[in-house]
């Protein structure tokens, strides 16, 4: 009889452990299983609207961006000033092309103004780059400073992933006229000069 208990303590004993090992794994299994990879960290959606490409016949867009100076320019407000406003965009200031573009606009600046013309550079260069490259070229018109691409954009003129493509706009009454996007130094000032005149005759 006292054997017989002997036996059934041992196998007692012997149970327990691994009943406690199987609480364990139970436990462990559990918590295991509400254990999540973290989950990807989402990109913040941008909630600002943004404008829809502007295309001929459409108003110029009612956005005031800095010039060279810091000035606080509308477009609205300067197509108002004048018949036709020319706006052309450029890569970067101070690099070959675009010192070829702003001084062949400089060059034919005179005969603009004359067919009751605004004349506006664009780029996504700071008011302080623009106003090194008025100052370096002698220009007599305003570059304008968009470096969220607000204009560059909406235009047709932002290049994927980065980058600006150059191109030109003009607008007689606030309304786009002529568009013309990705072409050379060359193209973009005699050809607005062309244009204009073509509209004027």
């Known amino acids: 009889m006292v054997e017989l208990r002997r036996s059934t303590r041992n196998a007692n004993k012997n149970s327990i452990p691994q009943s406690i090992d199987e609480s364990k794994d139970k436990v462990l299994g559990s ?34 961006l800095l010039d060279e100076d810091d000035n606080e320019i509308n477009l609205v407000e300067a197509s108002k000033k004048t018949k036709y406003v020319v706006i052309f965009a450029y890569p970067k200031a101070s690099t070959p092309g675009c010192t ?6 400089q060059k034919n600046h005179k005969e603009l103004i004359e067919l009751d013309t605004t004349v506006f550079g664009l780029s996504a260069d700071l008011p302080k780059s623009q106003k090194n490259f008025i100052v370096k070229q002698g220009l007599e018109y305003h570059l304008l400073s968009d470096p969220n691409k607000e204009l560059i954009g909406p235009l047709g003129a932002k290049k994927e992933p980065t980058g600006i493509k150059r191109s030109h706009w003009i607008f007689e009454d606030g309304v786009l006229k002529i568009k ?22």
């Open 31 to 64: 918590r295991k299983s509400k254990v999540t990879k973290p989950a990807k960290k989402v990109t913040k959606i941008e909630t600002k609207s943004k404008m829809a490409e502007i295309q001929v016949g459409d108003r110029i867009p009612d956005l005031t």
């Open 100 to 105: 070829r573009q702003v001084c062949g606009f």
């Open 180 to 201: 013309k996007i990705q072409i050379s130094p060359e193209d973009s000032f005699n050809g607005a000069l062309e244009d204009i005149q073509a509209l004027k005759a």
